[in-house]
């Protein structure tokens, strides 16, 4: 049975780093899935935001890069990046903090045997320097998945269609079954401080808003945050921002129709042999035709989530 590749969802660093709970599916080859508390199922993420810091804590020989990534809302997502993830330590070495940056990662939980604390890490597949426009593109999808999902969420407690994807479905029970309460009027505080920064309400993140790097996590209990207020709920977001970023999400998806077809057509191309063209090959030509390498690992997630292209080998795909 041939490895299918997990997509690389995007997520927002509060809700990615109060998670918690981990899931392993009954299947050949099933990664162990971070359920977030708004029913993400996460094997790989999508993050954008400012890189503040960079630290080698292993040798020139064999080194060992921690890093600092602070998302549009002022909260961190931790890095790191070895000698079991070459290509991401030799991405951190090139790159200069700070800068805008988006990148593509699996995620890591930890939990020493003699505690009940949680921490969350990206290991980092690709990462490259943008522009803080980039960024919150990236940004307007992370509050579109939250919304979507904290909208599930609502319409499962009102014995309601809550007209989502089957992974968004199944991420949305596993939360449900492996934690008794959630508070979801944080996060739709949360997404209502996002949507106030994409409308231009509130300043992007500056560097100094943070304390210097100590290359120490916080746990997820760390980043619990108070409910918030009645006025603090999506329903009550300025219409500005909710519009904006209804507008951004709308000419997104017509960017990422035409980026799809554009892929497809390259797979379809390549494939000579019927038996899957190396990610490579594609690569390259992607590149040449204008699309870099982080984009082309989404649009194969987006591909391969909608049944339109498979893996029928480790590193080869074909179109389905």
Same mark, same amino acid.
Not at 33 to 51: D, F, H, P, Q
Not at 188 to 217: I, M, N, Q, R, V
Not at 235 to 258: G, I, L, R, V
């Given at each position: 049975?041939?490895?299918?590749?997990?997509?690389?969802?995007?997520?927002?660093?509060?809700?990615?780093?109060? #998670?918690?709970?981990?899931?392993?599916?009954?299947?050949?080859?099933?990664?162990?899935?971070?359920?977030?508390?708004?029913?993400?199922?996460?094997? &790989?993420?999508?993050?954008?935001?400012?890189?503040?810091?960079?630290?080698?804590?292993?040798?020139?020989?064999?080194?060992?890069?921690?890093?600092?990534?602070?998302?549009?809302?002022?909260?961190?997502?931790?890095?790191?990046?070895?000698?079991?993830?070459?290509?991401?330590?030799?991405?951190?070495?090139?790159?200069?903090?700070?800068?805008?940056?988006? #990148?593509?990662?699996?995620?890591?939980?930890?939990?020493?045997?003699?505690?009940?604390?949680?921490?969350?890490?990206?290991?980092?597949?690709?990462? &490259?320097?943008?522009?803080?426009?980039?960024?919150?593109?990236?940004?307007?999808?992370?509050?579109?998945?939250?919304?979507?999902?904290?909208?599930?969420?609502?319409?499962?407690?009102?014995?309601?269609?809550?007209?989502?994807?089957?992974?968004?479905?199944?991420?949305?029970?596993?939360?449900?079954?492996?934690?008794?309460?959630?508070?979801?009027?944080?996060?739709?505080?949360?997404?209502?401080?996002?949507?106030?920064?994409?409308?231009?309400?509130?300043?992007?993140?500056?560097?100094?808003?943070?304390?210097?790097?100590?290359?120490?996590?916080?746990?997820?209990?760390?980043?619990?945050?108070?409910?918030?207020?009645?006025?603090?709920?999506?329903?009550?977001?300025?219409?500005?921002?909710?519009?904006?970023?209804?507008?951004?999400?709308?000419?997104?998806?017509?960017?990422?129709?035409?980026?799809?077809?554009?892929?497809?057509?390259?797979?379809?191309?390549?494939?000579?042999?019927?038996?899957?063209?190396?990610?490579?090959?594609?690569?390259?030509?992607?590149?040449?035709?204008?699309?870099?390498?982080? &984009?082309?690992?989404?649009?194969?997630?987006?591909?391969?989530?909608?049944?339109?292209?498979?893996?029928?080998?480790?590193?080869?795909?074909?179109?389905?």
């Amino acid at each position: 049975m041939a490895r299918r590749r997990e997509p690389a969802l995007p997520v927002l660093a509060q809700e990615l780093s109060r #998670a918690r709970k981990t899931h392993v599916e009954d299947r050949e080859y099933s990664p162990t899935y971070l359920i977030s508390e708004m029913g993400a199922k996460i094997s &790989r993420v999508l993050i954008g935001g400012v890189l503040t810091d960079i630290e080698n804590r292993g040798s020139e020989d064999d080194p060992f890069y921690m890093a600092r990534m602070i998302d549009p809302n002022g909260d961190t997502y931790y890095l790191r990046a070895g000698q079991y993830n070459p290509e991401g330590a030799a991405a951190l070495s090139r790159i200069e903090a700070p800068c805008h940056v988006i #990148a593509v990662g699996r995620v890591r939980s930890y939990s020493p045997d003699d505690s009940d604390a949680v921490y969350v890490s990206v290991q980092p597949e690709n990462l &490259r320097k943008v522009s803080e426009q980039e960024v919150s593109v990236w940004a307007v999808k992370a509050c579109n998945s939250l919304m979507r999902r904290l909208k599930g969420a609502q319409a499962l407690s009102d014995a309601s269609d809550p007209e989502l994807g089957m992974r968004e479905q199944e991420g949305l029970a596993l939360a449900q079954e492996k934690y008794e309460t959630v508070s979801t009027e944080s996060y739709a505080g949360l997404l209502y401080d996002c949507l106030k920064y994409l409308s231009g309400e509130t300043p992007a993140t500056t560097l100094t808003e943070k304390p210097p790097f100590t290359g120490e996590f916080e746990t997820a209990e760390a980043m619990e945050t108070p409910p918030a207020t009645p006025a603090e709920t999506e329903a009550d977001a300025p219409p500005e921002a909710a519009t904006a970023a209804e507008e951004s999400s709308d000419e997104e998806q017509a960017s990422d129709a035409d980026a799809e077809a554009a892929v497809l057509d390259l797979v379809t191309k390549l494939d000579d042999q019927g038996e899957g063209v190396l990610y490579d090959k594609l690569r390259d030509n992607a590149v040449a035709a204008g699309i870099d390498t982080t &984009r082309l690992d989404e649009l194969l997630d987006s591909l391969n989530d909608q049944g339109l292209t498979y893996q029928p080998a480790f590193n080869r795909f074909r179109v389905a």
